[in-house]
């Protein structure tokens, strides 16, 4: 009678203890490193307030430059992800307890949701990714729920989710496509016939709707940036790919994802959804053909985890079973504890450098120009924009002071244009032809001259009078393609900036 008054109690309160100390984990650690390059370009994107950017929609630039004028820092920026990685263990929890599932499978589900490396990892800056393994998961557990229970207003507010994470990522968009090929496939398509799945549906297009009109309006360039990303990113055959999945999801917790693949295809209680497996191939296919980072199928983990452990935990009986589980769960958290530094801002840049070559891990080369990185990307582009910026001020404040009033900046890429924008003291806007960046313009400049940072000089040489190299750039631990740029002043700019621009666009 105790045990089952336990287990009830646990079933109540654990998905929300377990929830409050994961995101304090997470609060913790916030503010250990600096701001990271994606997290420098929202904040200057959110401070340009718009219905969509470039490269993305405008919830999380938004969200950034908000937090951002709040003057908490780092630290403040990542309030929302720490979260978000609370409530998808919460959430997880849940919907263990939807399949039936009693307190070691909620318990198992939401251990997997809280120290998967790549979990752990996508919520430790803020970032488009970082929400996915939450939104997704929910979008999954309200479909089940709707279809378990006939519940129409889970549908309702599975639209809104829908739409809500349409507006922080486009990649919703192929999670939505696996998940109606998925429904069509089986006998779950039924809640295809109900009236809520339209107003869900609906709803999700309406949240979606601005972000849409804006990228028409633009031309699209959010297509443009996924065909550019198929030859950025570093092609990786298919054996290591799933190689690497394995990895960095923990190889002790395979057996969960594994076997939340598996079992809806043979354990009856589960046949149910099987529209999610074929959703998460649909999606793993998508993936794959895109040439896309091992992150891409992140948000899918949390789900096949809740499956997989409503399918093994009833399998844990007697001595052995419960000893088998024991030594997984020990496995999980050793190795979780192993690499959680290469996860998450926990030791010092010099400190992970040499805890890296002792455990004999390297970076992943996830794109081509990552060749010869010593630190993760993660915390590599966390560290070295002060310097950036403090190099460039250098070389901006050699240029005499009438000549710096007709001279601009450029960059070569959005992280090094945020910093100087963010960071930089008495700098003109910065321009660069990258992303967002692109569609700023000149940013109200007509500059004679640019100050450029770049890694060949002598390619300016034909468009400039005179080309001066007035300092480089260097940092201990920042990415390798961010050190020995060259900071060069082109006098004389022929023909004008404005009429070279066109050929300046870089989507990537």
Known sequence: MQMALQEMRWRETGPLAAALIVMACHLALGGRYDLFRDE????????????????????????????????????????????????????????????????????????????????????????????????????????????????????ILAGLVAGVALEIKYSMVFWMLGLTIGLVAMPERRLLRRRAFWIGALLAGLIALPSFLWQYAHGFPFLELGAAARNKNTEVALLPFVGNQIFVMNPALAPLWIAGLIAPLVVRQLRDLRFLVIAALVVFVIVRIGHGKDYYLAPLYPMLFVIGAAALAPLVRGVAGKTIAGVGVTAAAAFSTLVAPLALPILSPSVLEVYMQRIGIAPQQQERNFTGTTLPQVMADQLGWRDFTEQVEAAWNRIPAAERAVTAIKADNYGGAAALDIYGTGLPPVLSGHNQYFLWGLRGQEPVNVLSIEHNPEDMRPYCEQVIVLGKTWSRYAMPHENGKSIALCRGVKPSLGELWPQLKLYW
């Open 40 to 155: 420098l370009y929202f904040i200057v994107c959110g401070l340009h307030p718009a219905f969509g950017y470039a490269d993305q929609p405008p919830v999380v630039p938004l969200m950034a430059a908000s937090l951002y004028k709040l003057g908490l820092g780092a630290w403040g920026l990542r309030i929302p992800t720490a979260i978000a990685a609370g409530a998808l263990v919460w959430l997880a929890m849940r919907f263990v307890r939807l399949l039936g599932g009693g307190g070691l499978a909620m318990g198992l589900a939401g251990l997997a949701c809280a120290i998967a490396p790549m979990l752990m990892g996508l919520v430790s800056t803020l970032g488009t990714s970082a929400f996915e393994p939450l939104t997704w998961t929910a979008i999954a557990y309200l479909l089940v729920k709707a279809a378990r229970e006939g519940d129409d207003r889970a549908l």
